[in-house]
């Protein structure tokens, strides 16, 4: 929840007391109020970096919704492709690398007029 403010160093600073014959020192005044100008400040500063940093992570957790999307997208049409892929099927990189390559040179033959399938 945000902080509500009633002063800011500006206030504080552009305050002007009523002078009094038995009232206070002046320049002690100041000083006690310089230091509060100071805490102020720093506070002000604290909130306008949070908001920023608060701006920023609301803009990662938005791109980080929209990879996630886009990689469950990506999980369903995986899982349709390789559906029919039993667990116990020992599907590895090497298996698809060498199907690949199978498929290339069957292409390769067909295209010069040979059928792979007679071929021994």
């Known amino acids: 929840m945000p ?4 002063l800011n160093s500006n206030i504080i600073g552009d305050k002007v007391f009523k002078a ?8 002690e005044v100041d000083k006690f109020l310089d230091s509060i100008i100071s805490d102020y400040e720093k506070v002000e500063a604290n909130v306008l970096l949070e908001k920023s940093e ?3 992570l609301e803009r990662k957790i ?7 999307e886009q990689l469950e997208i990506e999980l ?13 099927d020992n599907v590895t990189d090497e298996n698809l690398n060498l199907i ?3 498929n290339t040179l069957e292409t390769f033959l067909w295209r ?5 399938k007679t071929i021994k």
């Open 54 to 56: 608060k701006e920023n």
């Open 112 to 116: 010069n007029g040979f059928n792979p």
């Open 62 to 68: 938005a791109a980080l919704e929209n990879e996630k």
């Open 3 to 6: 902080i509500k403010l009633n």
């Open 20 to 27: 009094v014959p038995r009232g206070y020192d002046a320049y």
């Open 100 to 102: 690949k390559r199978i």
């Open 76 to 88: 369903g049409r995986l899982k349709s492709k390789y559906s029919n892929v039993k667990p116990t």
